[in-house]
């Protein structure tokens, strides 16, 4: 007992097959319930229902101990647990009050700082944005992107804009995401040879979930050849500051020509060079 208040175990899982013995283990000293504190689906809930003596309540998405949908915040859990929400000066002193942002340094930082530039230069750009670490490029300080739907839309949004005379109309995606839905909508902006430039912004990861190989890894270029882009329409350029003015004028080129084409603003994530770069230090 602390404070009054029975201490509970906390088993933390990051794996699957769920870790069956830790689970019986948790419950093995008597324990009355078990509360599942689980982002998403209760998948791991139903499981460990079937895995704990039928005297052991599990509780969490399912019973509406916790919300059924929607993020889990510190005080779903609190109110779930029994304990009041924490008052909110309480709150602001355990976690600052700050908007996500891209991490220092990163790629897509000196992308959406050359791309802003070029964009103020216009009087009606419209740049439509997609999912992965990118997507902060519509948050302060770049304020960058006009709309952001799902998976792959970037392309289909600016590909519905510049046919309905929109100008210049960009789509803002990331290699993974090219990769996973944004490519048949490049291969409709070549069809109808529509007036879209695709910036995508190649930082050789999956950076937002993590940083998992990326499916196009080092076949960007030809990917988009093959979909039909001129070759002389896929541009590659490296997003650092040194190179802003290369990278505006390549993006002023592209506005320019009335056709696809494509931008390909490659660096690697500063989050998996680091990895690499220690992976490679422990190897020598
Ligand atoms: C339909 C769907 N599948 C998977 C995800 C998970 N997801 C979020 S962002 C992302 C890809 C991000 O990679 P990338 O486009 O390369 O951008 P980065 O985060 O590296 O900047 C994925 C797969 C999702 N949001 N929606
Ligand atoms: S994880 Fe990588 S891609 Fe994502 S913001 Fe950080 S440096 Fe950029």
Avoid: W
Avoid at 113 to 141: H, K, M, W
Avoid at 162 to 167: E, R, V
Avoid at 179 to 191: A, E, K, R, Y
């Amino acid at each position: 007992m602390e404070n009054g208040e029975p201490e509970a175990s906390v088993l933390k899982i990051t794996q699957y097959p769920l870790p069956e013995a830790l689970v019986k283990q948790l419950v093995a000293d008597g324990a009355e319930e078990v509360l599942v504190v689980e982002e998403g689906q209760p998948v791991v809930e139903e499981m460990i229902r079937g895995m704990v003596p039928s005297s052991v309540a599990v509780k969490g998405r399912l019973t509406g101990d916790l919300p059924r949908m929607g993020e889990l915040t510190p005080d779903c859990v609190r109110l779930a647990l029994g304990k009041e929400p924490l008052p909110v000066r309480e709150k602001e002193t355990v976690v600052a009050n700050r908007p996500p942002a891209l991490c220092q340094g990163c790629g897509h930082r000196d992308m959406y700082a050359s791309l802003n530039e070029v964009a103020r230069e216009y009087p009606q750009p419209r740049i439509f944005g997609d999912i992965g670490c990118y997507t902060l490029g519509a948050l302060s300080p770049f304020h960058a992107i006009h709309a952001c739907v799902e998976m792959g839309a970037s392309i289909t949004m600016a590909k519905g804009a510049a046919d309905a005379g929109q100008h210049p109309a960009i789509a803002v995606i990331g290699d993974s995401t090219f990769t996973h839905s944004g490519m048949t909508g490049l291969l409709d902006c070549v069809n109808s040879k529509s007036n879209v430039v695709v910036l995508i912004s190649d930082n050789l990861t999956t950076g937002m979930t993590g940083g998992q190989d990326s499916a196009g890894t080092g076949r960007l270029e030809q990917i988009c050849c093959g979909l039909g882009v001129e070759p002389e329409h896929v541009r590659v350029v490296v997003p650092l500051p040194k190179n802003m003015e290369e990278i505006k004028q390549t993006l002023r080129e592209e506005i320019d020509y009335a056709g696809p084409s494509v931008v390909i603003a490659r660096r690697e994530c500063i989050q998996t060079l680091k990895r690499h770069l220690k992976a490679a230090k422990a190897q020598k």
